[in-house]
């Protein structure tokens, strides 16, 4: 069984930042592709910013280029999104996915390609 947690959500202000965490247990999250999406209520989940496994690749959202930053330490096996500059319409529940399978050269971007996922940090952004 494989269990993420993500962790470092709260209230800020507009314009204010956070970094989130996810950690696996048990799980070799090094190995694989991990991603970070979002969801409100009545809206589909969506990616935020997907990074690879022992490449640099990385994916982000249109809405949150040059804000949110993915990366990695793979020696603590953690993944982190910072967020900074943050705005009202990035509120939502915040989840890290992973997947069960290695795939060179390709980055998932999309819920239904990965398989593994946290039970979600409440970001908030409110004056």
């Known amino acids: 069984q494989v269990h993420l947690e993500e962790s470092g959500g709260g209230l800020v202000q507009p314009g204010g930042s956070l970094r989130l965490s996810c950690a696996a247990s048990?799980?070799?999250?090094?190995?694989?592709?991990v991603g970070w999406f979002r969801q409100i209520p009545g809206k589909d989940r969506g990616a935020v910013a997907c990074i690879g496994s022992y490449t640099s690749a990385t994916y982000y959202a249109d809405s949150v280029k040059g804000r949110f930053t993915i990366s990695r330490d793979n020696d603590k096996k953690m993944v982190y999104l910072q967020m900074n500059n943050l705005k009202p319409e990035d509120t939502a529940t915040y989840y890290c996915?992973?997947?069960?399978?290695?795939?060179?050269?390709?980055?998932?971007?999309?819920?239904?390609?990965?398989?593994?996922w946290g039970q979600g940090t409440q970001v908030t952004v409110s004056s």
């Open positions: 048990g799980y070799p999250l090094d190995m694989y592709a």
């Open positions: 996915a992973t997947q069960a399978n290695y795939k060179a050269n390709y980055l998932a971007t999309r819920p239904d390609e990965y398989d593994y």
